[in-house]
């Protein structure tokens, strides 16, 4: 099944977000090492999509 999609919902999309890293890191927990660790990769702000895809959470087992 094919959609049309217009060009402003994409560009609009929620992981185009412009974050800041400490805030990301603190809102899904990640340690102190792996927040300094996105801060030199990205300096001060990245988007959520790049986040996302490179911050490394540890599995919480129980």
Do not use: C, I
Not at 27 to 40: D, F, G, H, S
Request: no cysteine; aromatic share 10%.
């Amino acid at each position: 099944m094919m959609q049309h999609v217009e060009f402003d919902d994409v560009v609009t999309n929620t992981l185009m977000e412009v974050l800041s890293v400490r805030d990301f890191a603190k809102r899904y927990r990640l340690t102190a090492q792996e927040e300094e660790r996105l801060v030199t990769l990205f300096g001060g702000f990245a988007t959520r999509a790049e986040l996302l895809a490179n911050a490394r959470r540890a599995p919480l087992f129980r």
